[in-house]
């Protein structure tokens, strides 16, 4: 079979994907965001832990603060100019709305507040900013682990391509169709599980707060290790690291032994990640359309080295073998 890496080809996948279904832009203009935004996630990441000290960065700015700037700034104006387009399409009647997709949806509630209640127009950038990047990367990541673990189970490949076959023969994937996967929603949860795309999250401590034997004080800022708790022998037994999709055979409230905080891929609560039903859905809609092309195995040149760039990436790709069907 032909070596394909997956990891950079899902990346165009579903940058292109976000940037139709929720920016109504092309892929290149979605392109140009999507590379700024990886540049400055890496950046993110690698100065995560350095403590600054206090008022230096006014006087002398390292090269990767010079660099984040500059890519925050770009990626700002680029936001900026889809925004304004929009807005000079009604203004001059090439259209009769800002449109119903997430962008449309923001400048429409951006314009009918008062101003008093108005959020800024820099709320609205950072808006489009974080679910640009939230419906590219989490599902990139998803993915691309996704048709890691069944190019290695081929059993479960071959379990999950039957049930796509049953559901939909040879047509394309739809939304009536996805809902009845149940074996496909097996292996994207134990996917998530070994697998989380975003491997960390930081809450603050709203009020005084006992956490067993520590008292944690309001205003504190806390990183939940989500990568930790899914891979905790407590909650999930001392096969923890063993690939097993039957663990969601009854569903996720059975799988966790009804604790609801043992499995959250996307955080949970108020502040759990907006794009969760949009990364699963597109991730099963294209995972059904390959299966229904292609058989895949594990390429022998393929490292194993997670790393997480705010998402959880492979180091070195994802190389497989593909075989048309």
């Known amino acids: 079979g032909e070596e394909i890496e997956v990891f950079n080809e899902f990346r165009l ?24 935004l990886t540049k400055l996630a890496i950046l ?60 449309g949806l923001l400048i429409n509630a951006y314009r009918d507040f008062d101003e008093k209640n108005r959020f800024s127009i820099e709320d609205l950038v950072d808006e ?35 049930e796509v076959f049953e559901v939909f023969g040879d047509q394309n994937p739809n939304s009536e169709g996805i809902a009845k996967l149940k074996i496909m929603n097996m292996v994207v949860n134990e996917t998530l599980r070994l697998y989380s795309p975003v491997a960390a999250v930081i809450r603050k401590v709203k009020k005084e707060v006992r956490l067993g034997k520590f008292v944690l004080p309001a205003n504190l800022e806390i990183l939940i290790p989500i990568i930790a708790l899914h891979h905790d022998p407590q909650l999930w037994g001392d096969d923890v690291h063993l690939f097993k999709p039957e663990r969601f055979v009854e569903g996720i409230a ?51 080295a997670p790393f997480p760039v705010i998402t959880l990436q492979p180091q070195h790709g994802i190389q497989v073998l593909l075989h048309p069907l």
């Open 13 to 36: 996948l579903t940058s292109e994907v976000i940037s139709r279904t929720a920016f109504g832009s092309n892929y290149l203009e979605g392109k140009k965001i999507f590379d700024m």
């Open 44 to 103: 993110v990441s690698r100065n995560y832990f350095k403590t600054p000290i206090p008022g230096i960065s006014k006087i002398w700015k390292t090269a990767d603060e010079i660099e984040s700037e500059k890519l925050a700034n770009g990626i700002h104006d680029c936001v900026m100019e889809m925004v304004k387009r929009r807005e000079k399409k009604v203004e001059t009647g090439e259209a009769d709305g800002f449109g119903n997709d997430f962008l």
């Open 128 to 162: 489009c900013k974080t679910f640009y990047f939230a419906g590219q990367e989490t599902t990139n990541s998803l993915l691309a682990w996704t048709i890691l673990v069944l190019a290695i189970h081929t059993k479960w490949q071959e379990k999950t391509r039957q």
């Open 254 to 304: 059975s799988a966790t032994k009804y604790n609801s905080a043992a499995f959250i891929p996307f955080s949970m609560g108020p502040r759990s990640c907006v794009g969760m039903s949009f990364a699963t859905t597109e991730t099963k809609v294209a995972l059904s359309m390959i299966l229904q092309r292609y058989a895949f195995t594990l390429s022998p040149t393929y490292v194993h």
